[in-house]
């Protein structure tokens, strides 16, 4: 309840200001990944702990993300949003895993999740260049360097902290800028959300995305711990948790479907709610 609700306030703040902010989301969204995001970027690499178990979980965790990403891409591909529904794979490890497992669990784990979302950004540029290769809205060369830019500030980030330990002060200023970004997505996400969001074949795809988003990696994730590897128990609030935020930003931004992007995202939370007490028995 206390990371619901300034949550749900910063999104009830981001409709009430659509009339205004809507014309200027693809300014907003980009400011975000290259400020907030990239900041929070660099911090992450710069404080992750490279251990032996770390990057075990991180080599599971993205190879099981990578495989969901490749089985939508071929399931969904006649579809003109095949993109966008691909880049649900990849989880919601900052606006959603990384307040919960603050709060659950303590800011070590969730300086982990940050990590991995932030250390794999590779991962998240092959999406971005999904949606931009596909998208309906002409994107300019210009526009690339910001949405490309966490990827950049993690990798600088973990050249720093190859150089320059960081203090143990920027664990938990990574908890928080995760926080902050969580609130500033929600609010975007206000922003984008469309009037109309709803619908019979909305529903009836969102619930196939979700069914392959909410089995593939988790059965990665099992069977790698019954393989005997140690995995970090945030892992689990961020398998079973929902899509990402920002595919109704991003359907905004490229040109695709805002309906089916809210209709996916309200489906995801309502399972990831449903399906949290259990992803918090398997963290701890």
Known sequence: MTVALP???????????????????????RAQLSVGIGLLAVLAGWSFELSGGNLAAIGVLLAAQLTALGVATRVFRRRS???????????????????IAVAALGAKAAVFVVAYDMLTQPRIALGIRLLRRHATVPQTRTTALADYAPTIGALAGLLLGRL?????????????????????????????????????????????????????????????????????????????GPVPTSVVSFAQLYGYSPRTAATGLVMSVAAAIVLLPLAIALAH
């Open 81 to 99: 949003d095949h993109a966008l529904i691909a880049f649900w794979m990849f989880g919601n490890p900052t606006y959603w895993t990384a307040p």
């Open 7 to 29: 949550l749900f306030g910063a999104f009830v703040l981001g409709l009430g200001a659509r009339r205004w902010l809507i014309q200027h989301i693809a300014f907003l969204v």
């Open 164 to 240: 320059v330990p960081a203090p143990d002060v920027v664990t938990t200023l990574v908890a928080g800028l995760a926080i902050a970004m969580s609130a500033m997505g929600v609010l975007l996400l206000g922003v984008s959300w469309p009037k109309r969001w709803i619908g019979r074949p909305q529903l009836a795809l969102s619930f196939r995305v979700l069914a392959l988003h909410l089995t593939l990696v988790p059965c990665a994730l099992a069977l790698a711990t019954l393989a005997g590897i140690d995995l970090p128990g945030a892992v689990w609030l961020f398998a079973l």
